[in-house]
């Protein structure tokens, strides 16, 4: 595996994604994660196991469509995001919730 470096593995992760879909994903060590479109699957394998100390098994991602907004008369575009799912190894997943869940 490559080297990357620390200081912008930070900023490849983007935010925690919590739908209903997510959410029934982490009952299967799942977890989902908005991430930069240019990012690749060992960077986001590198930061994630940077960020939280845990053991990454498996990557999917997705790059989702952009969708299309109108505000009156001008037509525009959401932002591009892509959609990263982190399998988790089975004795981690303790660790990633308290850190992305500290009140639970």
Sequence with gaps: MPNFDPRNLADLVRRPILTEKATILMEQNKYT?????????PEIKAAIEDLFQVKVIKINTALPPR?????GKFIGYKPQYKRAIVTV???????????LFPDV
Aim: proline content about 8%; overall charge positive.
């Design 67 to 71: 969708k299309q907004r109108r505000v």
């Design 33 to 41: 994660f908005e991430v930069t479109p240019k990012s690749s699957k």
């Design 89 to 99: 190894a089975p004795g981690d997943e303790d660790k990633i919730r308290k850190l």
